[in-house]
């Protein structure tokens, strides 16, 4: 192991986990350090973290970010106190509840229920088969928004929701991006209504996690490539834009930061978002995404987040190439404030445990404000 930097333990850092840094970022208020922020961690990383297995970041027998079938085999988000550990070790100032995909059911031909994850949504008589979701599937998320809430309280450790990829689960799983896209050029008013009607759901699910005292919002909907939009913007605004800025409402009218993700070169999307009010953009990938230039064009009117490319330095680096490149985005990214570190995507297994062990102690080496 090079003395150039420690990768077989994570460091001690300088001020404790704190919600009100991060929510101090988004707003682009004066901070102590750069605060850290991955949603997803895998659980070889947990297991090795704690000692103990204890499921992903987002949830516990399953791994909910890799597709809507795969969300109904976790038996529920991870429990909250070994989150808080984790956030402690790491010196993250917030965890999450994962709401991510519209829980739609279809009807049976025999007259049963089951979940609309078969891409075979293709027309208006389609419509009729959905069993759009309610009461029972806002409150089992709810209970788990209490669990963290109570579990977080006194510990300055912050809880978001996450969630409402409506555009992300009709493409991906409902209807298939191919049919998806051409229905959003020919047939726009029925993907507008899918739309609309998977916001009535987030709209009250995220008024009521306010209600419970959720510290943040965070909307994912992956709508771009790393060469641009899927559609273009005219047409892509008038289906999505209503329906996300109905589910905004909420936390916009209580003053709670919403923090938005989307992988992809988002540079025709930015003025839009920044628009619609979201605080925090996320995750500038490399691969796609010129985050030196989007400091530059957009950085004193939207925080940003990530930047930390996944394929090099943390696949295939070593511990001293991703504290070399921690440190060189740190020198582009902090001036001014409004940036959150993180990774272009998550913290997947195949990142090498001692390269996580390096980023997360170069961020706190090299993130101090003076």
């Known amino acids: 192991m090079s003395s150039f930097v420690a990768a077989d333990r994570f460091e001690p850092y300088e001020g404790k986990p704190d919600k009100n840094r991060l929510i101090a970022a988004y707003r682009g208020e004066q901070i102590d350090r750069v605060p850290n922020f991955e949603v997803l961690i895998e659980d070889d990383h ?42 402690r070790i790491i010196g993250q100032d917030c965890m999450c509840v994962e709401a991510m995909w519209t829980p739609l059911k279809k009807r049976t031909p025999d007259g049963g229920r089951e979940s609309f994850f078969d891409k075979s949504f293709k027309s208006r008589k389609d419509l009729d088969r959905i069993i759009w979701p309610g009461d029972a599937e806002m409150e089992k998320t709810l209970g788990f928004v209490r669990e963290y809430v109570a579990e977080a309280a006194g510990t ?23 049919d998806c896209l051409i229905m959003a050029m020919e047939e726009p008013g029925l993907l507008t209504e899918l739309m609309e009607r998977s916001a009535d759901y987030y709209e009250e699910l995220f008024r009521r996690a306010i209600g ?21 913007l005219s047409v892509f605004e008038k289906i999505w834009r209503p329906a996300y800025e ?23 999307a930015m003025d839009m978002l920044i628009d619609m009010g979201f605080d925090c953009i996320n995750p500038l990938d490399p691969s796609g995404i010129d985050f030196a230039d989007y400091k530059k064009r957009y950085g004193a009117r939207v925080s940003l987040s990530g930047g930390i490319d996944l394929t090099f330095p943390l696949i295939r680096g070593t ?22 570190a993180a990774s272009s995507h998550s913290i997947v297994n195949y990142i090498p445990h001692e390269n996580f062990i390096a980023m997360i102690n170069a961020i706190h080496k090299y993130g101090r404000y003076e």
């Open 156 to 178: 300055g450790i912050g809880v978001c929701i996450g969630g409402a990829s409506m555009f992300q689960t009709l493409y991906e799983f409902v209807i298939g991006m191919h």
């Open 212 to 232: 419970e005292g959720i510290d943040i919002l965070l909307l994912g909907d992956d709508f771009a490539f790393n060469q641009g939009l899927f559609l273009p």
């Open 46 to 87: 947990v297991t090795k973290m704690l000692g103990r297995k204890a499921g992903n970041t987002l949830g516990v027998g399953g791994e909910t970010a890799k597709g809507a079938a795969a969300s109904e085999s976790v038996n529920r988000p991870m429990y909250p106190g070994d989150y808080i550990e984790i956030c």
């Open 246 to 268: 109905r589910i905004m409402t909420p936390a916009l009218d209580a003053n709670i930061p919403i923090k938005f993700h989307s992988d992809g070169r988002l540079d025709e």
């Open 319 to 340: 511990p001293e190439d991703v504290e070399r490149v921690v440190r060189d985005v740190c020198g582009v990214m902090m001036p001014g404030g409004r940036w959150e």
